[in-house]
C-alpha cells in the first residue's frame, strides 16, 4: 500500500497531527498503532489540561490547546461528549522557594494572557474546602484551566480524522522503516509494507526506538508514571489540585471519582508500566496529608503509563536531519494537554505554513548546540 | 419473613439474639450473624441503594462485596457495603439515593 505520510501512533497526538494535516487537504494519510486507540499513554494520563507553566512555551502551547479544548466538540463534529470541565487547577506552593517562583509564573502567564492568580491559603481553602492549609504556604490558582476525558477526545480526533479520509491500521506493529539514500522508502508493519516518503512519529513512550529505526537519535525515554481512581462520590472538588513539593496532583472526575498520581524520583528509565504497591503506600500518605478527606475513599483500581522524557521537560516538535521524518514526541507527561498545539503546528510544519506559534524552540537541534536549554519545573 | 427455618442438614431451629436497628428511621430487628443486607432482606427490603446515572433501585445483588449494588448509609457514614458488614445493636441503616457525600472522620 502507499501513503503520502504514516503517522505511528494513535494516541491524541497522532490522531491529532492526522486530523490537522487532512483538513488541510493531505490524502492519503495511515495512522500505524501497534494497540488500540489511546493504549498507551494517552488513555493512561490523568487528563488534565492546564496553563500555569514556567516557560514562556509551554504556557503558550497550553493557552492555545485550551482555547481549542473549548470548542472541540463543535469544532471536530463530536457526537460524545468530551466531558470537558474547566474549574481550574490550584497550585500549590509548599516551601518559600515555589513561594516565589510561583509569584514570577503568575507574572508570565498574565503577560500572555493566562487568567492566572496568586492567592493566600485562605482564599485557597474557600475554592477547596477540603484542603490542609497547615501545610501550604499560598498557592496560584487559574479558572480556565480544566480536565477532560482522554478517550471520548481521542475518539474526537479519530472520528473526525477518518471522516476526512485518514487510514486507520490499529493492532500493527512498526518493525522497521527502510530509508536509502536519506529519503525513507517505506515503513514495513506486522501486516503491511507501506510505501511512503514521509514517516511522522508520535509514539509516546516508544518515540526513541522509531528513531534508532532510521538512524535519528532522539534524546527521550520512556519513564513509568503511577496513577490510581478512587470510588465515586458527590462532587466536592472543583478544581485540579496540584503540589510539585508534595509531588502530588488530584483530580475529581465528573463521575465523582478522584483520580490521582505522584512520580518517583528514582524511577528508571523503562517500559515497565507495571502498578507498584510502594505506589499505593505514598500516594495514601501524599494525598491524606493534603486533602485529608481523600483518606477515606476507597481505591478502585491503580495503573501506570509511559511519560516520554526529553532533557529538557519541554516537547521536541519539528524536522530532523533526515527528510522527510518528522517527530513529535517527548512531552514529558504533557502531550495530552498540548495535542491540539502539537497537530496544528506540525501540519503548519509538515506543509511549509506561516506558524500559528513561533515552535523553532522545540525543533530538536537544540540539543546539539551548546546554548542552556530552559528547563520546566512545574512538573509533576 | 423470608427466613428458612427448616432445613434437612442446617440446624436453625437454635434460638439466636435479637438485634434491633433502624432502618430509614423505623426501630426493625435482625439476628446475631446477620449482615445488614440479610437483616434487610429477611424483613423484605429489596431497594438499599440507586443507580448512579438513571437512579433506578438497586438491592441484595453479588453479596459478596463486590458489585456496590448494596451501598447504604450506615450510621452516617456512606457507601457501606451493607452485604459484608455484621449488624450491631443501634445501627442506623439509610437508603442511599446519592454517590454518597465525602465525609469527615474526625
Known sequence: ?380 | MMRIKEHPILDFSKERKIIRFTFNGQEVYGYEGDTIASALSALGVKEFSVSIKHKRPRGFYCAIGNCSSCHMIVDGVPNVKTCITLLKEGMKVETQTNKGELYDLK
Open chain 1, 1 to 380: 500500500m502507499k501513503a503520502s505520510y504514516v503517522i505511528i501512533g494513535a494516541g491524541i497526538s497522532g490522531c491529532s497531527i492526522a486530523y490537522n494535516l487532512a483538513k488541510k487537504g493531505v490524502k492519503d494519510i495511515i495512522v500505524v498503532e501497534k494497540h488500540y486507540l489511546t493504549a498507551g499513554a494517552t488513555g493512561r494520563c490523568g487528563a488534565g489540561v492546564r496553563q500555569q507553566w514556567g516557560t514562556e512555551m509551554n504556557c503558550r502551547l497550553a493557552k492555545a490547546s485550551i482555547d481549542f479544548f473549548s470548542i472541540a466538540k463543535d469544532e471536530l463534529g463530536y457526537q460524545g461528549d468530551i466531558e470537558f470541565k474547566q474549574e481550574g487547577y490550584l497550585i500549590v506552593a509548599v516551601n518559600e522557594e515555589e513561594d516565589k517562583q510561583f509569584a514570577k509564573n503568575v507574572i508570565l502567564q498574565n503577560s500572555l494572557g493566562i487568567p492566572s492568580r496568586k492567592i493566600t491559603k485562605e482564599e485557597a481553602k474557600e475554592i477547596v474546602p477540603h484542603l490542609n492549609t497547615d501545610v501550604i504556604l499560598s498557592a496560584t490558582f487559574c479558572p480556565t484551566d480544566g480536565h477532560l476525558n482522554p478517550f471520548t477526545m481521542t475518539d474526537a480526533y479519530y472520528q473526525a480524522a477518518k471522516r476526512l479520509g485518514v487510514t486507520f491500521l490499529f493492532r500493527e506493529e512498526v518493525k522497521s522503516i527502510v530509508v536509502k539514500n536519506d529519503k525513507i522508502e517505506k515503513v514495513i508493519t506486522t501486516n503491511h509494507e507501506i510505501h511512503t516518503s514521509n514517516v511522522i512519529n508520535a509514539a509516546g513512550g516508544y518515540a526513541k526506538e522509531i528513531g534508532d529505526m532510521v538512524n535519528v537519535a532522539i534524546p527521550v525515554y520512556a519513564e513509568r508514571h503511577e496513577i490510581l481512581v478512587t470510588e465515586p462520590v458527590e462532587k466536592i472538588q472543583g478544581p485540579m489540585v496540584m503540589s510539585f513539593g508534595m509531588n502530588i496532583y488530584c483530580q475529581q472526575v465528573p463521575h465523582g471519582s478522584f483520580l490521582m498520581g505522584r512520580s518517583n524520583p528514582f524511577e528508571k528509565p523503562s517500559h515497565n508500566i507495571e502498578s507498584s504497591w510502594q505506589f499505593l503506600d505514598e500516594m495514601a500518605k501524599t494525598v491524606c496529608t493534603l486533602l485529608p478527606p481523600i483518606g477515606n475513599l476507597r481505591v478502585i483500581r491503580q495503573w501506570a503509563g509511559s511519560y516520554n522524557m526529553s532533557p529538557d521537560r519541554q516537547p521536541i516538535i519539528g524536522t530532523t536531519d533526515l527528510p522527510g521524518f518528522y517527530v513529535a514526541c517527548g512531552f514529558s507527561g504533557h502531550g495530552f494537554m498540548f495535542a491540539p498545539m502539537t497537530g496544528l503546528l506540525l501540519s503548519e510544519i509538515i506543509l511549509g505554513e506561516p506558524l500559528t506559534i513561533d515552535i523553532t524552540d522545540l525543533h530538536i537541534d537544540r540539543f546539539k548546540t551548546a546554548r542552556d536549554i530552559v528547563i520546566e519545573k512545574s512538573v509533576v
